[in-house]
């Protein structure tokens, strides 16, 4: 499964470069051979190098919807074709690429698990904050019953992050967390954030760079964190996703396995 992602996180950020690039050209038309050059590199890259560790990893129609905007690309490189044309294919290409990696998630079995509320001591000394805790796991839970999936997940990247800030309390020598090389960094000051600034996705680096959780939960992490987001309308909007009950319940299993890893208590301390 991690070899899968790390393919199409490849591919993510190679279209993303593109959009960058895109964003960049004032011209209407793409008349330059270096540009030209760029995006039909990364037309090929798609169909040369990453789309054959996927062809049996994610449905035929999920690959065809891949393919569509990157041929448009590489026919397009073939003459004076215009910016927008580019622009249209790239995004429509990011966005199948996203797609794929849900797919690539979804097609892992996923064992369901206890529903009780774990005790929370081990992370957190303090009740209120155990209390706290509690309160958004069986929050979680309650969302689901209610089929409410964009709730519940929002509800458990909460949880997470609730989770991995109490695991960084707990350090002793909290400077590890800066030493990592995942920390994220001030753009001004060059130097790494304060901890009150840090959001779920650094934990989730750092957390795997201090062996708090696996290589495969942080990659499933990352996508949790990513559904989240879907709590911004115009993000749901522009990228045409909708959450499911099925897809809330996945995450909710992959939620639980996070917590125990972080409850458990390996890893750097």
């Given at each position: 499964m991690a070899d899968h992602h790390e393919v199409i996180d490849a591919a993510i950020a190679e279209i993303d470069r593109v959009r960058k690039l895109?964003?960049?050209i004032k011209v209407?038309?793409?008349?330059?051979?270096?540009?030209r050059d760029v995006l039909k590199?990364?037309?090929?890259?798609?169909?040369?190098?990453?789309r054959g560790h996927l062809v049996h990893a994610i449905p035929s129609n999920v690959l065809a919807a891949i393919d569509g905007p990157y041929r448009s690309i590489l026919d397009a490189t073939e003459r004076d074709s215009a910016r927008g044309t580019y622009t249209t294919a790239a995004k429509e290409a990011k966005l199948a690429l996203v797609k794929a990696r849900t797919e690539v998630l979804v097609a892992v079995p996923v064992q369901r698990t206890t529903e009780a509320t774990p005790d929370f001591s081990t992370l957190a000394s303090d009740?209120?904050?155990q209390a706290i805790l509690a309160?958004?796991?069986e929050e979680c839970a309650r969302c689901l019953t209610a089929s409410a999936p964009l709730a519940a997940t929002v509800m458990m990247g909460g949880l997470l992050e609730a989770l991995f800030v109490s695991r960084a309390n707990k350090l002793s020598n909290k400077a590890i967390l800066f030493a990592s090389t995942s920390a994220p960094i001030d753009p001004k000051t060059k130097k790494p954030l304060d901890l009150r600034q840090w959001?779920?996705?650094?934990?989730?680096?750092v957390?795997?760079?201090?062996?708090?959780?696996?290589?495969?939960?942080?990659?499933?992490?990352?996508?949790?964190?990513?559904?989240?987001n879907y709590v911004h309308p115009e993000k749901e909007r522009s990228h045409g996703v909708v959450l499911s009950l099925d897809d809330a319940t996945m995450f909710w299993e992959v939620t639980k396995t996070l917590s125990r890893e972080l409850l458990s208590m390996k890893g750097a301390t």
């Open positions: 895109l964003s960049k209407r038309q793409i008349r330059n051979s270096e540009h590199a990364t037309a090929l890259s798609w169909f040369r190098n990453h009740p209120e904050m309160r958004r796991w959001t779920l996705a650094p934990y989730i680096d957390g795997h760079d201090l062996k708090w959780i696996s290589r495969s939960a942080k990659d499933i992490a990352v996508i949790l964190r990513d559904y989240r």
